[in-house]
């Protein structure tokens, strides 16, 4: 059967099948996610043999609520988010047949975990200017440098690399993009603690990375655009899912105001409730977003709703801090800690506060995603550039 | 959840409207239009609700009208906010309108059927300020007739008949009858001006007995603040639009203007309250239209929303256009006015969100 014919009802049926073979209750957990790949109902928009059926990504809904209601086990696709959200679709859009084969099993089940090793020290909006440097020696690549902000680096089995593979272009034309085995002698992770105590992304560090040309993705030269499919899909993860109304970090703030009365004062109520409006209408906006997906007419309105988030999550949390009074003067702990996932809302007030001033950031600072929607989806024209036609090694640094 | 998007029949109600619009009123055409002696657009007036059958959109056909909803009538607004237009359709088609729809006796159905047709206009006699919840103007109704005065009224020029409250009932006063006294009032934004109203012994004809009448009049104050969002979206948008167009026209050290990034980040972030502004109207419409998902809360949500953004797209156009902003000549003075005089009509921000503190349980410091 070819990928146009299937709809949702025979996608109902081959999970009712998978479900009846491979009862949840009685299957060890690795091995049901497994199965269920095979079937092809891990991403039912990749293609056959990769986990998927080829159907439209809207149908994945179909195959998510039969196996809720059978009370299946998932990949717990929060542990594995990078590997899912990022080198996924860039291994299928770029990849060898072979690597398609070898990765996306153990990625999607879990058995695999990734990091993405991008940011730089001294490569961080200006990614492009990452300074980590690949040579070619015979059949593999000898990597040095640095990266840094990779979470899930010190359990990650796989990363995704980009570094510089000719030094005498301009920037954008001589990277290269990397499959890096984390497991090789040359890498080393450290932890690197950030505001709020804990260390949730790491340092790591390269020295004489031996990687086989076959874990090269795309071809030499060409990693700035193969890394354009995996930080597109970066942003579209992020704030992906429907909350209901406050979902979000105003819930803990209003719940907070609901149950201490004597905490209110005027100042407060109005501040709280211009922000309440806030995250209701940017909820709002997230939900008009998904209906316009879901009828096939994607509009530009994404690129903004990270913006957004960051902003809202950055005040409502300062707010909360405030509005605790005495208790916003402690702090929960300070142990230092390495968490396997992030959590924006799972500690308390100070942490919420202190973590959120990361989400005008991570994944494209405010100011880029600002340029960004000024340029692409106002048409405004870019900034005069003195970078775009001099030679990666003759830029300032 | 509330349906956030546009539907194919919308977009196309919206293309009429936005071509008839951009034939009969561009930006020259009202600005002389506010220095006339008549500032409504009667003929653009008759084009919209009686050519195309726009007044009649809340109202089912039954009842005389179009049979559409509040869907419609925000695509409508979005439209007439991008042009400032000159036209009494918040006023007559949404706030009138509906404060007679929820009113059960023939006197209305009749003034009801007139309105849909577009060729009789009505204003509820309010100060345009009263938010849906705010205390109501009322005036007295002794021996037959109404005396009184009510300020502020929005449109009562270009209506010929009012709406009016009292405590026996809701009335309709002829503007034409001996009584009745419209005195225009020099008003911030001249493309929907205000007049003092005063009755003397006017004869009067009951809409709605004292049962009745003031939920009715409080629907209509509902759906018009929610339907301003939409009007707040459409003269954003325009603001940025505009803006956009202009900053990158426009040359200073020998670049456009708009590629300045401290520009580029206004707009973007202009942008970004847009498109927030844009599914808060659309999800007012919707429970407006559809009675789902708390018509009271998403109304006081969208005026919360939309009234600052307005504004704010109106200041940052005047601004960002530079000397040429702060002309007479150029039409964005006319969003400003509108921006600023919408985010007092029907409730400010403010009112919006004292009202959202009892509906989502935020409820104020008690007063020691």
Known sequence: MTGSAIDAAELRRRTRALLAEHPPAATDRTDFLKARFDAGLAWVHYPEGLGGVGAPRSLQAVVGAELEAAGAPDNDPRRIGIGLGMAAPTILGFGTDEQKRRFLRPLWVGEEVWCQLFSEPGAGSDLAALGTRAVRDGESWAVDGQKVWTSSAHVARWGILIARTDPDVPKHRGITYFICDMTDPGVEVRPLRQITGEAEFNEVFLTGVRIPDSRRLGAVGDGWKVAQTTLMNERVSIGGMRIPREGGMIGPVAAAWRERPGLRTHDLHQRLLTLWVRAEVARLTGDRLRQQLVAGQPGPEGSGMKLGFARLNQEISGLEVELLGDEGLLYDDWTMRRPDQVDFTGREAGYRYLRSKGNSIEGGTSEVLLNIVAERVLGLPPEPRTDKDVAWKDLSR | ?368
């Not at chain 2, 009969?24 to 002389?32: F, I």
């Not at chain 2, 949404?94 to 009505?122: D, I, K």
């Open chain 2, 1 to 368: 959840m509330s349906d956030l998007l546009y539907t194919e029949e919308e977009e196309a109600l919206r293309s009429a409207v936005r071509s008839l619009l951009a034939d009969r009123c561009d930006a020259a055409t009202v600005l002389a239009r506010t220095e006339s002696e008549q500032p409504h657009d009667r003929e653009l007036w008759k084009a919209l609700a009686d050519g195309m059958g726009l007044a009649g959109l809340l109202v089912p056909e039954d009842r005389g009208g179009q049979g559409a909803t509040h869907r419609e009538a925000a695509v409508v607004l979005e439209e007439l906010g991008r042009a400032v237009a000159p036209v009494p359709y918040l006023t007559s088609a949404v706030v009138a309108t509906e404060t007679l729809l929820a009113c059960t006796g023939e006197a209305a159905a009749e003034l009801l059927a007139a309105l849909a047709s577009g060729r009789t206009v009505g204003a509820l006699a309010v100060p345009f300020a009263t938010a849906p919840g705010a205390a109501l103007a009322r005036v007295r109704y002794e021996g037959g007739a109404l005396h009184g005065e009510v300020t502020g009224v929005a449109d009562a020029a270009a209506a010929d008949v009012l709406l009016v409250l009292s405590e026996a009932g809701l009335f309709a006063v002829d503007t034409g009858r001996n009584g009745v006294t419209v005195t225009p009032r020099t008003s911030l934004d001249r493309t929907r001006p205000l007049a003092v109203v005063t009755f003397d012994a006017a004869p009067a004809r009951l809409l709605a007995d004292a049962a009745e009448a003031e939920a009715a009049v409080r629907l209509g104050l509902r759906s018009g603040a929610g339907l301003l969002a939409s009007e707040q979206l459409g003269l954003a948008e325009w603001c940025l639009t505009e803006t956009v167009r202009y900053t990158k026209e426009r040359h200073q050290f020998n670049r456009p203007v708009g590629s300045f990034q401290a520009l580029k980040h206004r707009l973007a972030g202009l942008w970004l309250d847009v498109v927030n502004t844009r599914a808060a109207a659309r999800h007012a419409a919707d429970a407006l239209a559809t009675g789902s998902d708390e018509p009271n809360l998403a109304a006081a949500l969208a005026q919360a929303y939309a009234a600052p953004v307005a504004v704010r797209a109106a200041e940052e156009a005047l601004q960002l256009h530079g000397g040429i902003g702060m002309t007479w000549e150029h039409p964005v003075h006319l969003y400003l006015k509108r921006a600023k005089a919408d985010s007092i009509a029907l409730g400010t921000a403010g009112r919006h969100r004292e009202e959202l503190a009892d509906l989502v349980d935020l409820q104020a410091p008690a007063t020691p």
